[in-house]
Nanobody, 115 residues
Framework: QLQVVESGGGSVQPGGSLRLACVAS????????MAWYRQCPGKERELVALSSRFGGAPKYADSVKGRFTISRDNAKKTIYLQMNSLKPEDTAVYYC????????WGQGTQVTVSS
């Protein structure tokens, strides 16, 4: 069964760092666009970072540029989201998404940034 599973969420103080991971099962991520989205309470899900299956520079939301980095390890079927200089407004449920023919979503992992 095709699926992606996120991990690495948690609680951190402002200015701290977290690294999220997303592991794929039953497919090779090298053939998929891979992305991280997030959803804050009462708001729509938004794109945070995108890694294209064709390569090239990743794309980031303006709000996370210079702080977050998406990377992929095709051999491990895993993508990562390194989040530095976290802010309270980064608090959200973070979702991994794999897309080739149709989007495949993970269950999400909670990130809370609070002092």
């Amino acid at each position: 069964q095709l699926q992606v599973v996120e991990s690495g969420g948690g609680s951190v103080q402002p200015g701290g760092s977290l690294r999220l991971a997303c592991v794929a099962s039953a497919f090779a991520i090298s053939s998929y666009d891979m992305a991280w989205y997030r959803q804050c309470p009462g708001k729509e899900r938004e794109l945070v970072a995108l890694s294209s299956r064709f390569g090239g520079a990743p794309k980031y939301a303006d709000s996370v540029k210079g702080r977050f980095t998406i990377s992929r390890d095709n051999a491990k079927k895993t993508i990562y989201l390194q989040m530095n200089s976290l802010k309270p407004e980064d608090t959200a449920v973070y979702y991994c998404m794999a897309d080739r023919f149709h989007p495949l979503w993970g269950q999400g992992t909670q990130v809370t940034v609070s002092s």
